[in-house]
């Protein structure tokens, strides 16, 4: 991180945009509800006399403030419309995030995401600097790096700054805070100004990317479920032809390697195997329960989408060990029906 900005004993973060320096805490709460969330504050300790200073300043992309309470300050909140980050640059920030608890102090961030509510202990003259995102705004810089992803997981509740992707944050929050700080206000300061603020968010999600990794490849794999789900039924529907792996994929809305890596993760077989297994078995299940009025096994092998009888008797044979007028006749052993007996032809058996 760079020491001249985030330190405790530099300059109070933004000091040249002052916004609030008040004992009051109504006002305060007051001022933050219209530029921020409705943020409830309750003293740990109503003897300790309070001393807030408030600055800050709205950007094209989000929001900056540096906050002092002077005194142990609870935060709170009903669930926030956008993304909170507190940084302690002096102090620290013990928080609820999620039902999990973080600490933060100085190289390290607290994150809210939106949707989450704030329940916040400052300690005595924590200082910290304060980013509020809209929602919209993160969601749209998520959805153009990460296009393969519904919708943005939730943040991470804390960030240390002092690895590689953290570090990076800081540095650009540094710069960034320095550049809002100053006067200046001409074209080529603004267009800087919205530069930095796109990396600095593109940054965040960097810190989170490990995430939405993980995000989306929970995502890809329930997309790959459904669309196996769906080709299984496809193959229901059409059972008494061999349908093609085109078909498959069109029926899945899989791509066909996805829908081969989906038939491998939950049959340990590709789909044109599990298609033709399926048509296999169903034929099994005609011959034992006699359900049809069977003239010839070809017939049965015809109706079930296979090329041709030979072809039909020796995948059989492969899969069940017998050949099918071997399984039609020791199902016939108890109930004779002429109708269904193996058909001989040339002395050989089908």
Same mark, same amino acid.
């Given at each position: 991180?760079q020491q001249?900005?985030l330190?405790?004993n530099?300059?109070?973060?933004?000091?040249?945009?002052?916004?609030?320096?008040?004992?009051e805490?109504?006002?305060?709460e007051?001022?933050?509800?219209?530029?921020?969330?409705?943020?409830?504050?309750?003293?740990?300790?109503?003897?300790?006399?309070?001393?807030?200073?408030l600055?800050?300043v709205?950007?094209?992309?989000?929001?900056?403030?540096?906050?002092?309470y002077?005194?142990?300050?609870?935060?709170?909140s009903?669930?926030?419309?956008?993304?909170?980050?507190?940084?302690?640059?002096? !102090?620290?920030?013990?928080a609820?995030?999620?039902?999990?608890?973080?600490?933060?102090g100085y190289?390290e961030?607290?994150?809210?995401?939106?949707?989450?509510?704030?329940?916040?202990?400052?300690?005595?003259?924590?200082?910290?600097?304060?980013?509020?995102?809209?929602?919209?705004?993160?969601?749209?810089?998520?959805?153009?790096?990460?296009?393969?992803i519904?919708?943005?997981?939730?943040?991470?509740?804390?960030?240390?700054l002092?690895?590689?992707?953290?570090?990076?944050?800081?540095?650009?929050?540094?710069c960034?805070?320095?550049?809002?700080?100053?006067?200046?206000?001409?074209n080529?300061?603004?267009?800087?100004s919205?530069?930095?603020?796109?990396l600095l968010l593109?940054?965040?999600?960097?810190?989170?990317?490990?995430?939405?990794?993980q995000?989306?490849k929970?995502? !890809?794999?329930?997309r790959?479920?459904?669309?196996?789900?769906?080709a299984?039924?496809?193959?229901?529907?059409?059972?008494?032809?061999?349908?093609?792996?085109r078909?498959?994929s069109?029926?899945?809305?899989?791509?066909?390697?996805s829908?081969?890596?989906?038939?491998?993760e939950?049959f340990?077989?590709?789909?044109?195997?599990?298609?033709?297994?399926?048509?296999?078995?169903?034929?099994?299940?005609?011959?034992?329960?006699?359900?049809?009025q069977?003239?010839?096994?070809?017939?049965?092998?015809?109706?079930?989408?296979?090329?041709n009888?030979?072809?039909?008797?020796?995948?059989?044979?492969?899969?069940y060990?017998?050949?099918?007028?071997?399984?039609?006749?020791?199902?016939?052993?108890?109930?004779?029906?002429?109708?269904?007996?193996?058909?001989?032809?040339?002395?050989?058996r089908?």
């Amino acid at each position: 991180m760079q020491q001249q900005f985030l330190s405790a004993n530099s300059n109070f973060p933004l000091h040249h945009r002052e916004l609030l320096h008040t004992s009051e805490l109504t006002q305060a709460e007051h001022l933050l509800d219209c530029l921020v969330d409705p943020l409830r504050h309750s003293p740990e300790n109503r003897a300790t006399e309070i001393d807030i200073r408030l600055t800050g300043v709205t950007l094209d992309k989000f929001k900056m403030f540096g906050i002092y309470y002077g005194a142990p300050v609870l935060v709170r909140s009903k669930p926030l419309q956008a993304c909170h980050i507190l940084l302690p640059l002096q !102090g620290e920030v013990r928080a609820k995030v999620n039902s999990e608890f973080v600490r933060a102090g100085y190289g390290e961030a607290i994150v809210y995401s939106a949707g989450d509510s704030a329940h916040a202990h400052w300690s005595d003259r924590c200082v910290a600097l304060a980013i509020v995102i809209p929602k919209e705004v993160l969601n749209e810089i998520f959805m153009r790096y990460f296009p393969t992803i519904s919708s943005m997981p939730v943040l991470i509740p804390k960030i240390a700054l002092t690895n590689e992707s953290g570090h990076q944050f800081a540095n650009l929050l540094s710069c960034l805070c320095a550049d809002s700080n100053g006067v200046g206000n001409n074209n080529s300061t603004i267009s800087i100004s919205v530069g930095l603020q796109e990396l600095l968010l593109l940054s965040l999600l960097q810190v989170n990317e490990h995430v939405f990794l993980q995000h989306q490849k929970r995502a !890809g794999t329930r997309r790959r479920q459904a669309g196996v789900d769906r080709a299984v039924d496809y193959i229901n529907q059409n059972i008494t032809r061999t349908v093609s792996a085109r078909e498959l994929s069109g029926a899945a809305f899989l791509s066909l390697r996805s829908l081969q890596i989906g038939f491998e993760e939950y049959f340990g077989i590709g789909p044109m195997c599990y298609a033709k297994n399926m048509r296999l078995t169903k034929a099994r299940a005609d011959l034992v329960s006699r359900s049809v009025q069977l003239t010839s096994i070809s017939e049965l092998a015809n109706y079930y989408g296979f090329e041709n009888t030979a072809t039909f008797r020796r995948l059989y044979k492969q899969r069940y060990g017998e050949l099918p007028s071997e399984t039609l006749q020791r199902h016939c052993r108890f109930t004779i029906n002429k109708n269904i007996l193996p058909i001989e032809r040339g002395g050989r058996r089908f």
